[in-house]
């Protein structure tokens, strides 16, 4: 079979996101704030990711939405601002440092009153949602190691055609080579196989930023 992708360099990566993201004042001086953390910038999304979240949460037609790893805002701001009339998006974090940033930026872009921010180790938060106020739509970007836990909890509080995301599902190719007693590599590599063998949900692996499954609830 022949080879369907194309391979981008950093010129053709730059002609997609100018073409594909659509990112205003806010998005951008939110990134530029967030690239001046220094490595720990890399935890963002990519401007291409952030657009097709928010179509995505257009297109379904989401009013409630759930995010695991806030950090300083970029992707609940495109989950927010997808959401329909009086949605609500409630995202989880452990940093209050990061969050105080997205807090900030929520009010810029005008979504402030859709987000409810939940300090606190995800897992934990995910546990103390009922099943019966279920969402429409999951952002899974926290801890790698805690990922076949977080697909099991998103699945229990999703309704019926609601969809998650899964993100960095590739590792930067880590996936293939990385070492076997990393518990994020390995926790990566099971949540993977578990969502393209797993009956409940239709699934496709994208190749967007660093990898996303998306998981359609059966």
Known sequence: MPDK?????PELYEYLVEHGARQDDVLRRLADETEK???IAIMQIAPEQGAF???LVRAMGARRALELGTFT??????IARGLGENGTLVTCDISGEWTEIAR???GEAGVADRV???LGPALDTLRELPADEPFDFAFVDADKAEYPDYYEECLRLLRPGGLIMLDNVLRGGQVLEGDDDDARTLATREVN???IEDE???VAMLGVADGITLALKR
């Not at 992708?5 to 360099?9: C, Q």
């Open 37 to 39: 953390l220094g490595d």
């Open 73 to 78: 805002g970029y992707s609940a701001i495109c």
């Open 104 to 106: 900030r930026y929520f």
């Open 53 to 55: 979240m928010t179509l």
């Open 5 to 9: 992708f194309v391979t981008l360099t």
């Open 116 to 118: 409810d921010q939940r």
């Open 193 to 195: 196989d578990r969502a």
């Open 200 to 202: 409940r949900v239709d």
